[in-house]
Nanobody, 116 residues
């Protein structure tokens, strides 16, 4: 069982930056993937960015060139650096870890609000 705790969300003006962090209670280095998802009101949860074992990084088209996913395995922590934020980036952001056995773990979510 892996517990994930996100932090770093908040209110920012359009064009601003935020850095989300996700601290895991266990190792994230041995899993199949780590990623960030988001869910806006009335919409389905969608993939924002992921680091996939054997496949590298993947980004949603809407965030390419603006967001960067990274990880620090020594700290069991992953990050999402978000630059050039837009109002349409407003959502609850969730971190996700998929273990080597295929189990998916989710954080509780952190709100990101971008004002125009």
């Amino acid at each position: 069982q892996v517990q994930l705790v996100e932090s770093g969300g908040g209110l920012v003006q359009a064009g601003g930056s935020l850095r989300l962090s996700c601290a895991a209670s266990g190792s994230i280095s041995s899993g199949n993937a780590v990623g960030w998802y988001r869910q806006a009101p009335g919409k389905q949860r969608e993939l924002v960015a992921a680091i996939i074992r054997g496949a590298g990084t993947k980004y949603a088209d809407s965030v390419k060139g603006r967001f960067t996913i990274s990880r620090d395995d020594a700290k069991n922590t992953m990050y999402l650096q978000m630059n050039g934020l837009k109002p349409e980036d407003t959502a609850v952001y969730y971190c996700n870890v998929v273990s080597s056995l295929g189990y998916a773990y989710w954080g509780q979510g952190t709100q990101v609000t971008v004002s125009s």
